[in-house]
């Protein structure tokens, strides 16, 4: 019996599906962790870093 080719692409994009949630899901804890005063100077120094970069 051969296996079903579109069973497991479908699986794989399933699998896939939740591990791009998983993250996601981590990134967000990670962002709602920073207080107002940490984004507020993590905006200031990456503002700074661009302007830097400019010609």
């Known amino acids: ?3 079903n ?3 497991l692409l479908g699986l794989a994009g399933v699998v896939s599906v ?3 949630g998983a993250v996601a ?3 967000e804890r990670k962002r709602r962790a920073y207080t107002p005063d940490e984004v507020r100077d993590r905006l200031h120094q990456r ?3 661009a302007t830097a970069q400019r010609p």
Do not use: G, S
Request: glycine letters at 0%; charged letters at 20%.
């Open 18 to 20: 939740v591990a791009t």
């Open 1 to 3: 019996m051969q296996p």
């Open 25 to 27: 899901a981590r990134n």
């Open 5 to 7: 080719w579109w069973k």
């Open 47 to 49: 503002h700074a870093r």
